[in-house]
């Protein structure tokens, strides 16, 4: 009875083993995974950065060259070069702290709706930003000038300018986005290999 006894603690013994050993490889799995998700998150924030600084190129060679605008508002020539110093300031951001959640959803979630709902924000108010003067005849006419880039409208840079600027903003937030959502995956990870471990320890202590 005694041998019978001793037989099945030993058994008892290597099948709690055996489950201690499978959540070691399920925690070092999950780690693992947290690690890949890290370095991924990283290139995914230093793309939207580097996506940013395009958009900051943009703006640049914006506030530069469209004499128009400027010459008409000079209210709108300031905000111009306001953006331009935003965009890089997120871009740097991005790029230098690809792990911080607050870096990335300023500079790349909250900057990219602001500044594309600013761009038509500025259509419906004619491009007067509050001057009402030198005003657009229409709606219609402002988003010619300033989304579409027509000439008869007086544009005078690339016509592609602002669109190819709101295609980059989307980039730099649908990225921004996936590094964030990765963020959250990883807490989530974290959270359940906490009570895991702090049982084992405790079956340790007993």
């Known amino acids: 009875m005694s041998l019978f006894r001793q ?10 083993r055996k489950k201690l050993l ?22 995914l924030s230093r793309g939207a950065g580097v996506s940013m600084l395009v958009v ?3 703006n640049v ?3 530069l060259y469209d004499k128009t605008l400027s010459q008409l508002n000079s209210l709108h020539y300031s905000l111009n070069w ?5 965009d890089l300031v997120a871009a740097i951001a991005l790029v230098v702290r690809p792990h ?15 500044y594309i709902i600013f761009l038509f924000v500025d259509v419906e108010t004619l491009l007067c930003l509050g001057t009402y003067v030198s005003c657009w005849p229409s709606v219609g006419d402002a988003y010619d000038y ?18 190819v600027v709101i295609i ?19 807490s989530v990870l974290r959270k359940k290999s906490k009570p895991e471990t702090n049982a084992k320890n405790q079956r340790t202590r007993n």
Do not use: C, N
């Not at 306001?82 to 935003?86: D, F, K, S």
């Open 56 to 58: 900051f190129g943009f």
């Open 168 to 186: 980059l903003l989307i980039v730099v937030a649908v990225l921004a986005g996936a590094s964030l959502s990765m963020a959250y995956k990883d």
């Open 61 to 63: 060679y914006i506030a």
């Open 146 to 163: 300033l989304i579409l880039g027509s000439r008869v409208e007086g544009w005078v840079l690339w016509p592609y300018t602002i669109r």
């Open 7 to 16: 037989l099945e603690a030993k058994r008892r013994e290597r099948a709690f």
């Open 22 to 43: 499978r959540r070691e490889v399920e925690k070092h799995s999950q780690l693992i995974k947290a690690g890949g998700h890290t370095t991924s998150r990283a290139i």
């Open 82 to 86: 306001l953006i331009v110093v935003i």
């Open 100 to 114: 911080s959640l607050t870096w990335v959803s300023l500079g790349g979630i909250v900057w990219p709706l602001v």
